[in-house]
T-cell receptor, first 115, second 109 residues
Framework: GAVVSQHPSWVICKSGTSVKIECRSLDFQATTMFWYRQFPKQSLMLMATSNEGSKATYEQGVEKDKFLINHASLTLSTLTVTSAHPEDSSFYICSARGRVSNEQFFGPGTRLTVL | QKEVEQNSGPLSVPEGAIASLNCTYSDRGSQSFFWYRQYSGKSPELIMF????GDKEDGRFTAQLNKASQYVSLLIRDSQPSDSATYLC?????????FGAGTTVTVRA
């Protein structure tokens, strides 16, 4: 099946710093990538949708200037959490969708802890 | 996002029993329905998807969809301890997924 990787798998940073998370589709071209956030004991909440070569579409309530998304190629999307604060500590998960299927393939997730 | 409701559980079943999970959704325009399993600290993995009314079986799993009632369910037969996880129902009308809060299942050996 299709494989999506994320890097790093976990990161700890100081408050005020920026953190970049990479999401890669390893064996297919991802026309659309999705970024989710999951707080403990809660479900996945879609943050934004990105299509290759165009600006990301953010869900209501998600600050686009704080969560910068770049989808520069058909296999790579990045999420940068700028000026991270402790309340940004969460599990960030990306998924990718190819041209043919409706199915989204999920990456393994990145655990962000902001001190 | 579309509303997707699930019983939060936890649902505790003995090994070998059937676990029954329910999900309702608010958007009648939803067309695709998914069940994901999520182990603690891991990302979701797809168990099944269903597009048409009726039942769909895959091994020990059966998904049931009733669009008129806006209801989708998942049955896990012959439950195993390895099935202990949180099960997420997800609904899509376009290309976005809306997730329910998940039902935590514990299979007792």
């Amino acid at each position: 099946g299709a494989v999506v990787s994320q890097h790093p798998s976990w990161v700890i940073c100081k408050s005020g710093t920026s953190v970049k998370i990479e999401c890669r589709s390893l064996d297919f071209q991802a026309t659309t990538m999705f970024w989710y956030r999951q707080f403990p004991k809660q479900s996945l909440m879609l943050m934004a949708t990105s299509n290759e070569g165009s600006k990301a579409t953010y869900e209501q309530g998600v600050e686009k200037d704080k969560f910068l998304i770049n989808h520069a190629s058909l296999t790579l999307s990045t999420l940068t959490v700028t000026s991270a604060h402790p309340e940004d500590s969460s599990f960030y998960i990306c998924s990718a969708r190819g041209r043919v299927s409706n199915e989204q393939f999920f990456g393994p997730g990145t655990r962000l802890t902001v001190l | 996002q579309k509303e997707v409701e699930q019983n939060s559980g936890p649902l505790s079943v003995p090994e070998g029993a059937i676990a029954s999970l329910n999900c309702t959704y608010s958007d009648r325009g939803s067309q695709s329905f998914f069940w994901y399993r999520q182990y603690s600290g891991k990302s979701p993995e797809l168990i099944m998807f269903i597009y048409s009314n009726g039942d769909k079986e895959d091994g020990r799993f059966t998904a049931q969809l009733n669009k008129a009632s806006q209801y989708v369910s998942l049955l896990i037969r012959d439950s195993q301890p390895s099935d202990s996880a949180t099960y997420l129902c997800a609904v899509s009308g376009d290309y976005k997924l809306s997730f329910g809060a998940g039902t935590t299942v514990t299979v007792r050996a």
